[in-house]
């Protein structure tokens, strides 16, 4: 819901932080295939608004959910 709210009042930031959020809950939860699909949608927002930094976490947190499903 709060991912619904997010997109229909334009808070980018705070969608991209959601997505990381519900990102590293399917992390915690084993289920990578969830987390990279979130932890890729937060990048491409950080992408689009322009904050690498962030950008750059969600590349490392990508690459530790591929990283898990090579295992």
């Known amino acids: 819901k709060s991912i619904e709210l997010k997109r229909e009042i334009g808070d980018r930031t705070g969608l991209a932080l959601t997505l990381h959020n519900m990102g590293w809950a399917a992390m915690c939860q084993k289920d ?8 890729t949608q937060s990048r491409d927002i950080y992408i689009e608004i322009k904050l690498p930094k962030n950008v750059a976490k969600e590349e490392d947190m990508i690459a530790q959910v591929k990283l898990q499903m090579s295992k």
């Open 32 to 39: 990578f295939s969830k987390a990279l699909e979130y932890f």
